[in-house]
Each structure stands twice: as C-alpha cells, then as structure tokens.
C-alpha cells in the first residue's frame, strides 16, 4: 500500500474554538476563508510545545539569544536577507507591528499609500492611527497584476505622504515581486521621502520558479529607508502563537517603534511563542519543503477543475502564498452577493473580494492550504451553486 501523504489526512478543528471553524452554525460548514492551515504543523514545532507545556510553569519570558540566532540564521540561508540581531523587535503578530510601526513613524493627517485589492487588516492600521489612506491600485491587465508605476508617482508626490505599505508576497492576488519591481517602488518612494513598510509574512510560500526577494535587500538606501515585517504563522501555521519579527535597520526610527510597542503593549511574547518560533526555523525546513507542493497540487487541481466545470471563471497564477484569487465577473454579480450566497445555500465559506477594497469587486479569494478531499468538496458545492 502507498503511503499517505500526511497532508492528506484531515483534522478536526470543529468545536475547538477555531476561528475558521466554529463561526459559523452550520455543521455541515465548509471553510475556505481566513488565512490559516487546516494541517497540523511541523512536528518538530509540536515536540517543542509539549516539552513547553510539561515544564509546567509558563511565567514571564526572556527571550533568549536563541531567538534572535532562528530568525537571522533562517533569512540568511534561505532569503539571502542578513540582519543584525540587533535590528529585530519581537511582538505578538504583523497586524500589531503594523499598527506600531505607523503610530511611531506618522502624525495624524499623514497619508499612506496601499496597493490595492489587499490584505484588510492594512486599511483598519493605517485609520486607527489617524492617517489617511492613498489608493495606488495594481493594474489587472491579461489575467495578471502590475503594479503602476505611473500613478505610484503621481501619488508619492505628495507631501503629505509618509509610507507606502507593501505586501510582499501580495494577499490576495498571488503575485511574488520582482527584483525589478521591488528596485523601480523603492526609487519612486525614495525619491519623494516615502519610506516603505513591507510585510512579508508570506515570504516562506512562494512557489518555483519564483522566489522571495525582500525589499530590505535590493542596497543599502532600501535597508536604511524600509521596514520588514516576518512571522512564521503563516509557513508553519502558528497564527495562534502570537509571534512576530520588526526588522529595522535605522536605529532612530527602531526606538520610535520600540516606544510604540510599548504604548501599545504588545512588546512581550510567550513561552510557547519563543520555543515554537525557534523550532519552525531551525527545525521545520524538512517539513516546509513538503508542505508547499502540497499546496501547489491543490492549486493545479483546482485550476483543472475549473477548467473542466467552470470555464467562464479565470484563476489568477499563483506565485505565492495558499490564497488563489478567482475572477468570478463573468458571472454578472457582485462578490459580496456571490459569497454570502455560497455561503448560505452551500455552507460555502469564501471571501468576497471587496473586502480588499473596491478594487477586488468580481473576484473571490480562496484557502486552498487544506487536506485535497476538503478543496474537492468546496469545488463541488460551487459547482452546484453555479449549475442552480
């Protein structure tokens, strides 16, 4: 008998306080929709947390030097990207680093510049903090995203601009940045005094023959002029750890952020933050290097599917991340509309696509990181509802 792929194997994440999972009454719910993993992690990561746990005390924590040696360690070798530990402040997730990282680096009124459709969580940081969101769209043109370089200067120009925030790998529309892209942002921003905040959260999913390029590497005004914001919740599905990395080489901004952490009081993190961290990097390379054909299998299959079933649908390529962005315009109805449908008539949970903003209309963005017989059965129910 062949082995079983152990990405195959389904876990139940029902009535287990699963934020995918148990929002929803439906017992019948089929989940594709927020950004987390229905495998379970490395097992090193596992291994790691129980050796945690049955220590039994879990008071406040040092982190160790052992931290700082998995995060630079695990960008050095695998992104090319060197940093001084001394450049790294530790929090409880992106989202939060986000938030500081604006409230230290802006003034109310400031304006930050988004790429949008993306991740939802940008908007709510950068309107928390007072500031003003600048719409610098991607350019949707044969199937695919740009950036537009021509509007990105138009926008930039102004001097009430403070930051653009890049999502790099981009949330939801799958694209991995080029060197070339990354190099041509980076000018434009510098050029009018905008520094750059980059969230590469999804830099460890990025797909062959693509590759991770973080913007903080692209020479030495890029280090100096940017911020990178990495966590491994999303490779290694550790969202619910609370763990994440501020990489900032300007000392003078890297205090200010220091500052907002702390007024914001997200500038510990916990036992099994530290010790899962460290094992994912220094231990689950084996395990993420499995994982990730995985995902791209089930992206395939989807697209034959699609293909097969759903013609009038176009998938966007994925380059990056487990998050596939589907066309649905040919279908002439709004995504809210189509996902609150699926949802209620197929207890088809999807995202509608505005959601990342006005530029998203049309589309749906799909979790594909799941056992292949759970995507079978939410390709079928859209199938259904569409055949309906």
């Known amino acids: 008998m062949a082995d079983i792929n152990i990405f195959d194997l389904p876990v139940n994440r029902k009535s287990t306080a699963s934020y995918k999972w148990d929002s929803s009454s439906h017992t019948d719910l089929v989940p594709m929709w927020v950004a987390d993993m229905d495998f379970r992690t490395a097992p090193a990561v596992t291994a790691a947390l129980i050796r945690r746990a049955q220590h039994g005390v879990f008071g406040y924590t040092k982190v160790p030097d ?5 995060v630079t360690s695990w960008f050095r070798e695998h992104h090319q990207f060197r940093i001084d530990r001394r450049e790294i402040l530790f929090t409880t997730g992106v989202v939060p680093a986000i938030s500081a990282v604006i409230k230290a680096l802006t003034e109310p009124g400031d304006r930050v510049i988004v790429q949008t459709p993306v991740y939802n969580c940008f908007f709510s940081s950068i309107r928390n903090n007072q500031c003003e969101l600048v719409e610098n769209p991607l350019r949707y043109q044969n199937g ?5 370089f021509d509007d990105l200067e138009q926008k930039a120009a102004d001097p009430g601009v403070k930051l653009l925030l890049l999502c790099n790998p981009h949330n939801p529309v799958g694209r991995s940045w ?4 990354l190099r041509k942002l980076g000018q434009i921003c510098f050029r009018h005094q905008v520094l750059v905040l ?5 830099c460890d999913l990025v797909y062959q023959p693509h590759q991770h390029i973080a913007f903080a590497t692209q020479g030495e005004e890029y280090r100096a002029k940017s911020v990178t914001f990495s966590s491994p919740s999303k490779a290694f599905n550790l969202a619910g750890l609370h763990v994440a990395n501020i990489i900032c080489a300007d000392e003078s901004f890297r205090k200010k952020i220091d500052k907002a952490l702390n007024i914001n009081e997200v500038c510990e993190i916990t036992p099994f933050a530290v010790d899962g961290l460290i094992a994912a990097y220094t231990e689950g390379f084996s395990w ?12 395939r299959f989807l697209c034959e599917f699609i293909r097969q079933h759903l013609p009038q649908l176009h998938i966007l390529p994925l380059e990056a991340t487990y998050l596939v962005w589907i066309d649905c315009s040919a279908l002439n109805r709004s995504s809210k509309k189509l996902a609150a449908d699926l949802l209620e008539h197929q207890h088809l949970w999807v995202t509608d696509g505005t959601v990342y903003g006005d530029a998203g209309e049309g589309f749906l963005r799909w979790n594909i990181a799941c056992p292949r017989i759970q995507l079978q059965r939410a390709l079928e129910r859209f199938r259904i509802y569409l055949a309906e």
């Open 178 to 181: 080029t060197a070339e892209e």
């Open 66 to 70: 052992a931290y700082f040696e998995a």
């Open 288 to 299: 993420l290097a499995e994982l990730k054909p995985y995902i791209y299998s089930n992206y």
């Open 198 to 202: 980059s969230d590469e959260i999804h």
């Open 144 to 148: 695919t995203y740009q950036m537009d």
